[in-house]
């Protein structure tokens, strides 16, 4: 399975049409959270609506996971708590959202909200322990924020990582974490696109500027990951250790060639 993570999009439009570009050369498009711009001159329920209209044309070429992000949350649950209501509207449209897990072939998918207070963190406690009584052989979580304490959550002075993520991540040891939030761990000293706790491979493709998003391939029959970004391209094997610095991508194997090159065709 290649799979395609893109997180961060923040309502760029040029981004989500590069992943509806690129959606039918892989078997899974993961957007990982902060499909909306606070900050953007477009009212975000506005932002919604548009975004909704490319995950049906992203959904169309490929299967389609989402979670939300702190950018997306537009509706106060019964606790108070912040919550992104409107990405459930996503379901409608066959695509899997915040508090859904989801089988692929031996590969079980949960799918985590972004959380803003005890009730929605206790729920994602709770989907995850059910999840991990019907563990397949692979376990991916997608989550916005990252661990703390990792490299994919290094901001270049200080972690900006979710504390509570990273017990569950070492309570249970999925195999892959699907991530974004730090825009810019990958880009600065100490930081990375990818980390290892335990067992567990954690990605978090960061964000950079431009119509195409920095993104993460991961190939399960590699078993490898690739990042790709304006500032460099670099791979990880899955099936061993992590050894830094994480090796750049000189001879990208040729599906990924070809993704590379209908991307930048679309810009010329
Ligand atoms: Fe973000």
């Known amino acids: 399975m290649k799979c395609l993570l893109v997180a961060d999009i923040h309502y760029d439009l040029r981004k989500f049409d590069w992943v509806v570009e690129m959606a039918p050369l892989v078997d899974l498009v993961v957007l990982a959270g902060d499909h909306l711009e606070i900050a953007s001159m477009v009212a975000r329920p506005d932002q919604a609506v548009i975004a909704q209209k490319y995950f ?3 959904r169309e070429k490929a299967p389609l996971l989402l979670c939300s992000g702190n950018h997306d949350l537009d509706v106060k649950d019964g606790n108070g708590e912040l919550t992104a209501r409107w990405l459930g509207n996503a379901r409608f449209l066959d695509i899997p959202t915040d508090g859904d897990s989801h089988q692929i072939g031996d590969t079980l998918f949960t799918l985590c909200p972004w959380w803003d207070g005890e009730g ?3 729920a994602i406690a709770a989907q ?3 999840d991990a009584e019907r563990r397949p052989a692979r376990w991916v979580w997608v989550h916005h924020a ?6 994919t959550s290094w901001g270049g002075h200080r972690s900006y990582g979710d504390v509570t993520v990273r017990g569950w ?3 249970y040891q999925p ?3 699907l991530s974004g939030h730090v825009h810019q761990s990958p880009f600065v000293a100490n ?3 990818a980390d290892r706790l335990g067992r567990t491979w954690i990605f978090n493709a960061g964000h950079q500027v431009g119509p195409i998003p920095s993104h993460v391939v991961v190939d399960t029959e590699g078993p490898q990951a690739y990042w790709l970004s304006l500032t460099a391209a670099e791979s990880a094997m899955l099936d061993a250790p992590l050894a830094r610095p994480l090796p750049p991508l000189r001879e990208p194997p040729e599906w990924l060639a070809s993704m590379a090159r209908q991307g930048a065709r679309r810009l010329a």
Request: net charge positive.
């Open 120 to 122: 929605v963190k206790a």
């Open 175 to 177: 195999d892959i974490v």
């Open 56 to 58: 049906r044309r992203i």
């Open 191 to 193: 930081g990375s696109w």
């Open 169 to 171: 991540i070492e309570a």
């Open 128 to 130: 995850i322990a059910r």
């Open 146 to 151: 990252p661990p703390d304490g990792s490299p």
